[in-house]
């Protein structure tokens, strides 16, 4: 069985969010590594590779662009 996933996360893959995509957050170059992980609705994270280590992260997705995906349902 697998899970539905949610609007949210749909939305957040649609702006770049999606395992694969190369990003740069918190003026850091990111290739991630999973799918959004929906913690709270303020709080949502990926798992992704720092390009300069190496190392794998979780970071946190910003606070204007989750504003941005859930305003985009509306």
């Known amino acids: 069985m ?26 850091q170059n990111f290739e991630v590594a999973s799918e959004p992980m929906v913690v709270t609705d303020d709080l949502v994270l990926v798992d992704a590779i720092e390009k300069k280590t190496g190392k794998m992260k979780r970071v946190r997705i910003p606070l204007p662009i989750l504003k941005m995906a859930t305003d985009q349902a509306a």
Do not use: I
């Open 2 to 27: 697998t899970a539905t996933p949610r609007p949210l996360t749909v939305r957040l893959q649609n702006l770049g969010f999606k395992q694969g995509s190369q990003l740069k957050l918190y003026g």
